[in-house]
């Protein structure tokens, strides 16, 4: 399943510098407590049973507190992908996403103390790692653990860009169009 990529760390003291990610992560603490900030989110501590949902392109970090270490599970679902099936599936949902700026962050992350969700996640990520499980029922049971309960238990809250940003938006990503198209053509000239 090329649209989604999870992992597991355990007794984890790594510390991460302030990154995003162009897919929708999904982040769930097992053990311990950690330290979430991001541009788009005030900063507090997690810990065990939270669930951090992360949408593509949005800095965050996420780091054990001093001297303590942390478990956690981490998904990443291609963005596009996960959209498209947020559309197809879920139009109840308030959510649009502006497929122009795709590549620029549209939502706020959130941090969720849903139980549900949380035993929802972590069942998902078991039966992921399962190699005896076939990629079709692992696909059918993402898909379902997404839609019915995931998806709907998030927080969704759009990042309102400013006015001036919205104006000239589509003059930018057009001159940036031009730019790239410009830098290869003299990468990779006709013969």
Avoid at 40 to 47: D, G, L
Avoid at 69 to 93: F, G, P, R, V
Avoid at 96 to 123: M, N, S
Avoid at 160 to 170: A, E, G, V
Wanted: glycine share 2%.
């Amino acid at each position: 399943m090329p649209y989604v990529e999870t992992r597991r760390a355990c007794q984890s003291r790594i510390c991460y510098k302030s990154h995003s990610h162009p897919t929708f992560s999904i982040g769930a603490v097992d053990i311990g407590q950690s330290r979430f900030s991001s541009t788009f989110a005030q900063e507090q501590v997690i810990q065990a049973g939270t669930l951090v949902v992360i949408p593509a392109h949005v800095e965050h970090s996420c780091n054990p507190l001093p001297d303590q270490a942390w478990s956690y599970q981490m998904m990443h679902l291609d963005a596009a992908w996960l959209t498209s099936l947020i559309e197809e599936l879920h139009q109840d949902i308030a959510l649009e996403i502006d497929r122009q700026t795709i590549y620029l962050p549209q939502l706020r992350p959130t941090i969720g103390h849903d139980v549900k969700a949380y035993d929802a996640f972590t069942a998902l990520n078991q039966l992921l790692f399962n190699e005896q499980i076939s990629v079709l029922e692992k696909e059918q049971y993402l898909i379902q653990t997404l839609t019915e309960i995931l998806i709907p238990s998030f927080h969704w809250e759009k990042i309102h860009s400013s006015h001036y940003f919205q104006q000239y938006l589509p003059d930018l990503l057009k001159a940036l169009k031009t730019i790239l198209r410009i830098c290869l053509c003299k990468s990779f000239p006709k013969r």
